[in-house]
């Protein structure tokens, strides 16, 4: 049964920093590439950053980069997500997804206000 738990998420200011963490079963992980994506309120689901199956290759949407960085620890099967210089409009929960595969876990809440 695959499984995706994330976690990491909360309440940050402005200019603060999280970092989310993936943990992933049920599939063999270092086969697949990985994404987080984020869903804010009243908003579509959209991608925000995707990483190959051994971390060689990265790519990020325009609102992102230079501000969040995707790693993974395939010995860990975790994938993560440094997120800094937050921004209020990167209030969302946060999902990651494995390639080819249609299940998500339950996400994790990032709330950034002052």
């Known amino acids: 049964q695959v499984q995706l738990v994330e976690s990491g998420g909360g309440l940050v200011q402005p200019g603060g920093s999280l970092r989310l963490s993936c943990a992933a079963s049920?599939?063999?992980?270092?086969?697949?590439?990985m994404s987080w994506y984020r869903q804010a309120p009243g908003k579509e689901r959209e991608l925000v950053a995707s990483?190959?199956?051994?971390?060689?290759?990265?790519t990020y949407a325009d609102s992102v980069k230079g501000r969040f960085t995707i790693s993974r620890d395939n010995a860990k099967s975790t994938v993560y997500l440094q997120m800094n210089s937050l921004k209020p409009e990167d209030t969302a929960v946060y999902f990651c997804?494995?390639?080819?595969?249609?299940?998500w876990g339950q996400g994790t809440q990032v709330t950034v206000s002052s």
């Open positions: 990483i190959t199956s051994a971390g060689g290759s990265t």
């Open positions: 997804k494995a390639a080819g595969r249609t299940n």
């Open positions: 049920g599939f063999t992980f270092s086969r697949n590439a």
